[in-house]
């Protein structure tokens, strides 16, 4: 599992478990079914501690968190989101900044928070994180063998 934040402070753990569909031979430009990637979340914060398994990435945009997470724009504030709004990142545009990335958790991810459904599906959940640029890279670059486990299909 790769750990994006602080042990002892607020983190995310991210694996790819696969994929959704694993018997999908379908093959194509973004074909949806062959693509859907189970992820294994697991959230450490003042809310407490729970997991998620959900599908709700691509493939593509597994690829796409990643290139995201290796060169963020720096100076200005930029975010990722994805077509299954459990999970979203915002980067600050500052390392120097004390928590410059966040997680955003909604819907399924939020399920073993202990939050009401008014929460957990329409509000969701915000995780500032404090890490450096070089963990951030790390976290990159474990995401990286989920994506060539997981290849787009």
Known sequence: MAWLGTPG?????FAVACYEFPESNRRGVHDW???WLVIDGRVECSHGEWSFREPCLT??????????????????????DFTEPLLGFRFDGHWSSDRPIEVRLRAEALVGAGLDDETAWH???????????????????????HIERFPER
């Open 123 to 145: 509000v969701g959940l915000s995780l500032p994180l404090k890490v450096s640029q070089a963990s951030v890279r790390d976290f990159a670059l474990r995401l990286r063998f």
């Open 59 to 80: 493939t593509w945009e597994l690829a796409a968190l990643l290139s995201w997470l290796e060169s963020p724009p720096l100076g200005e504030p930029s975010s990722i």
């Open 33 to 35: 079914d062959s693509n």
């Open 9 to 13: 402070d607020a983190r995310i753990g």
